[in-house]
């Protein structure tokens, strides 16, 4: 959890505090001051958060985190819903998207997870993503050989 403003100093408790369990502002007191670029450990020193230090994994394997995202509507003019790292999308033709992020990734080795909702009650969706690009991606959407649009669309990139 970031800490913002005074690293705060050993907290006395009193007896009452130990009985209840409570620790009220009264008893708390700090020193020295931090700027938003600091964080609080749990060790109560201060330092900037390492990626180990963010991740909610578990285990010896390491975790990665999403580079970009997006959910948009991709019938007419395509039209994002929410989106991280994603500056616009671009109606290629009919079923064909270019999803263009806003900071570029640092190569093309990275992964991405497309999914959407039938457009036509076909039975076979498939996703085809074309060469990977720094600055996008770009992806064709089909129902049984044939590119369709749809209106939720969803995209996930990581690296």
């Known amino acids: ?87 616009s999308i671009t109606d290629v033709s009919t079923g064909r998207y270019k999803v263009n992020f806003t900071t570029n990734m640092e190569d093309t080795n990275y992964a991405v997870a497309i999914a959407s909702q039938q457009a036509n009650n076909n039975i076979s969706q498939v996703h085809n993503v074309e060469a990977p690009n720094v600055a996008y991606v770009e992806f064709q959407r089909k129902e049984n050989d044939t590119n369709y649009d749809s209106p939720y669309i969803f995209v996930t990139v990581i690296r």
């Open 1 to 87: 959890m970031p800490f913002i403003g005074n690293k705060p100093t050993a907290v006395p408790l009193s007896g009452d505090d130990i009985q209840d369990g409570t620790i009220g502002l009264a008893d708390l007191s700090a020193t020295g001051t931090k700027d938003s670029t600091t964080f609080l450990r749990g060790d109560n020193t201060f330092n900037a958060p390492s990626v180990a230090s963010l991740s909610t994994a578990s285990g010896s394997a390491p975790s990665y985190s999403a580079r970009a995202w997006v959910s948009f509507n991709g019938t007419g003019t395509p039209a994002i819903r929410a989106s991280g790292n994603v500056s």
